[in-house]
């Protein structure tokens, strides 16, 4: 969760910050899950509201307060590439021009999806597509993380109990959830689909070893949930 590239702090009091909000996150996704649980249908694909434009940007604003000048808003005048640690561009975002576009373009996908598609599809989705359009100055990852947790939660129906949860498990091995983001980029830009089977069996395990902390991990209906070849 640590970085060192903020706007107005950086450091350790920089890294006690983003730990708080990070928690506050968290707060938001579980007021979330009850405000639509109540207020919203729920049928057997879980709460038929999802989360929206204002969602993530909220989502983003809490992540990213006192570290960045605008939490809570999309980049603009300014382009943004992902780096590896020795300095290699590994992935250059779209330009910002195109960023609230795609945005649109991203949510109206979440809504088509939502009736029919299952917990893990939108996740995935939503995981890879906001780190791909990387809409914001600084906070995208952690940003596209709670908000398919959110869509994880919703899809539920439950703020989803057990721990470590699937946030905590992304940050503590990072290294294949950047290959499914990696594989998911490579084949989008070979074909124009992206290829989210890896990110789907990848989240599937995630969601089956938090659960698996509160229910036996033999129940049906934790498997039933996880796509081929992720039991």
Not at 126 to 135: F, V
Not at 201 to 210: K, P, S, W
Request: glycine share 6%; hydrophobic share 45%.
């Amino acid at each position: 969760m640590r970085d060192s590239n903020w706007e107005l702090i950086n450091g350790p009091h920089a890294h006690s910050i983003e730990f708080l909000n990070y928690q506050n996150q968290i707060n938001v996704i579980e007021a979330l899950v009850l405000f639509y649980m109540n207020s919203a249908p729920i049928t057997s694909n879980g709460c038929a509201a999802f989360p929206n434009a204002r969602v993530l940007l909220e989502l983003h604003r809490v992540g990213t307060l006192f570290l960045l000048e605008s939490p809570g808003e999309y980049r603009v005048d300014y382009n943004v590439a992902v780096r590896a640690e020795d300095g290699a561009i590994r992935y250059e975002a779209p330009p910002w021009e195109q960023v609230a576009r795609l945005m649109d373009e991203f949510h109206d996908e979440v809504e088509r999806m939502w009736p029919t598609a299952d917990r893990i599809d939108v996740a995935a989705y939503a995981l890879w597509r906001i780190n791909w359009i990387h809409p914001f100055r600084n906070g995208n990852g952690r940003t596209a993380r709670i908000f398919a947790y959110a869509c994880i939660c919703l899809k539920f129906g439950v703020f989803l109990p057990g721990a470590p949860t699937v946030l905590d498990l992304i940050m503590n091995n990072r290294p294949p959830y950047e290959a499914a983001i990696r594989h998911a980029d490579r084949t989008f830009a070979e074909t124009g689909v992206a290829d989210l089977s890896v990110m789907k069996n990848y989240l599937a395990q995630l969601v089956i070893r938090q659960l698996s902390s509160v229910i036996p991990i033999g129940d049906p209906d934790i498997h039933s949930e996880a796509p081929d070849g992720a039991k």
